[in-house]
């Protein structure tokens, strides 16, 4: 049973609007998500994370909201640029658990010009 | 340079053969991961090292072994490839020190078992 859910395998958006990317989760005992970039024929590279104790976090044009009672983080890019044309890797773990990163099977972001 | 390198970075290889793929490090990490991607699938852990002494088994481990030769070396062998471990294959590391212990990964393996 996947405990990471990226729902939308695709999403385009125009550049310079707002791209939402949503993952849902199902163990509760997550407590620390993670966003993962990767482009074709290269290794996801992280993006941003969110603990459990925060409902925001920001990094530049990128944020991260968490919403613990719905299990649902979602990854927002503003402005979008065609850059960001990727796919993005939602993540989830238990800090002091068994370590295992928790992955979703990602959703690819097409911004066009 | 690359923080986190693999090798070699493509391989087809036939039924039966044995293989190794190699993971390097200059991150100074303690913890070593290796990871293999599906299509349509999320990655999914083979083994886990939080030190060279330390090895553990992922949800996929069967088929699969590893070794740990030095803090900085991670290799993930294939004692019988067979056709269904054709993937991508992942290596990560991360640091025990950190609060976060964020995974970082290398730029993949891509293996074709014919």
């Known amino acids: 049973d996947q405990q990471v859910k990226q729902n939308s395998p695709s999403l385009s958006v125009q550049e310079g609007r707002i791209s939402i990317l949503n993952c849902d989760y199902t163990?509760?005992?997550?407590?620390?998500f993670l966003w993962y970039k990767k482009y074709p024929a290269e290794g996801p590279t992280f993006l941003i994370s969110i603990s459990s104790i925060k409902d925001k976090n920001e990094d530049g044009r990128f944020t991260v909201f968490l919403n613990k009672s719905a299990k649902h983080l979602s990854l927002h890019i503003v402005p979008s640029q065609p850059g960001d044309s990727a796919v993005y890797l939602c993540?989830?773990?238990?800090?002091?658990?068994?370590?295992?990163?928790?992955f979703g099977k990602g959703t690819k972001l097409t911004v066009n010009p | 340079d690359a923080d986190v390198t693999q090798t070699p970075r493509n391989r087809i290889t036939k039924t039966g053969k044995r293989i190794m793929l190699e993971c390097s490090q200059t991150k100074g990490h303690d913890r070593m991961y290796w990871y293999r991607q599906d299509p349509g699938l999320g990655l999914r852990l083979i083994y886990y090292s939080f030190d060279v002494k330390d090895i553990n088994k992922g949800e996929i481990s069967d088929g699969y072994s590893v070794s740990r030769q030095a803090q900085a070396k991670f290799s993930l062998s294939l004692e019988s490839a067979i056709p269904n471990q054709t993937a991508l294959y992942f290596c990560?590391?991360?640091?025990?020190?950190?609060?976060?212990?964020?995974?970082?990964f290398g730029p993949g393996t891509r293996l074709t078992v014919l």
């Open positions: 163990n509760s005992m997550f407590d620390y």
């Open positions: 993540a989830a773990k238990y800090l002091g658990g068994s370590e295992k990163l928790v």
């Open positions: 990560a590391t991360s640091d025990s020190d950190s609060n976060t212990d964020t995974q970082y």
